[in-house]
């Protein structure tokens, strides 16, 4: 009689987004972990709007949305409140796609190189801000782009993962540049959490060195 072999099947890992608002960077990863074969488990969306597109995504494809709401709380305040809705959902890692607020640092403590934002813009140019797309057109770039990146205590200041250069055309508006960057933030951020599931990425100082495939 053959004997049984018995095979490690790794969990995938488990994943939170936070998001804001249209959310179509949180869809471009459940449409990977559905479609695309990453290896992650979305337990749970975070939004801090209600009404917010981000959660009606979510609902669509099965995952608990919570509404922590910001409004009115400070940094820290708030940061309290999503670190312990953070705790309770246990994720390895927390994404930050379209989150319109400044994580607290008790979150980034508790959370060490385990939480990874998208940009719009190359950083870092333009960092910080809610316009970046207008305000890289406003003042004359002809290269914009995006940035994948670890969250530090800085804003948007934190180790560079990916970016993505995209090109500024003559008839270019906000609306029009935005598009494409978002295009390239769908991609570049897939990339990044496919790369940190797989154990690729290593934060050394300022640096993510990219490890080869095994
Ligand atoms: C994206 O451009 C992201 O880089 C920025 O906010 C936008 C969110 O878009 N932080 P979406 O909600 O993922 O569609």
Redesign the pocket.
């Known amino acids: 009689m053959a004997m049984a072999r018995s095979r490690t099947v790794s969990a995938p890992t488990r994943v939170v987004v936070l998001?804001?608002?249209?959310?179509?960077?949180?869809?471009a990863i459940i449409d990977a972990a559905r479609e695309g074969g990453l290896p992650i488990e979305l337990v749970g969306v975070v939004y801090n709007r209600a009404g917010a597109?981000?959660a009606t995504r979510a609902a669509r494809a099965g995952i608990p949305a919570h509404l922590l709401i910001s409004r009115g709380l400070d940094r820290e305040s708030y940061g309290q409140i999503l670190l312990e809705k953070l705790l309770e959902l246990a994720p390895e890692l927390i994404v930050?796609?379209?989150?319109?607020r400044i994580m607290g640092t008790q979150v980034i403590a508790a959370f060490p190189n385990r939480i990874i934002?998208?940009?719009?813009s190359l950083l870092p140019a333009f960092a910080g801000g809610?316009h970046?797309?207008a305000d890289a057109l406003a003042h004359g770039v002809k290269i914009s782009g995006?940035t994948v990146h670890f969250v530090d205590n800085e804003v948007d200041a934190g180790p560079i993962i990916g970016q993505a250069a995209v090109a500024v055309r003559e008839d270019d508006d906000a609306g029009s540049l935005?598009a494409r960057?978002?295009e390239q933030?769908h991609l570049i951020l897939v990339e990044a959490i496919e790369m940190y599931v797989k154990g690729r990425l290593r934060v050394e100082g300022r640096r993510v060195r990219i490890l080869d495939r095994d």
């Open positions: 998001a804001s608002g249209r959310g179509t960077n949180l869809q597109r981000c930050t796609a379209g989150f319109n934002n998208i940009h719009p809610l970046a797309q995006c935005s960057i978002l933030e």
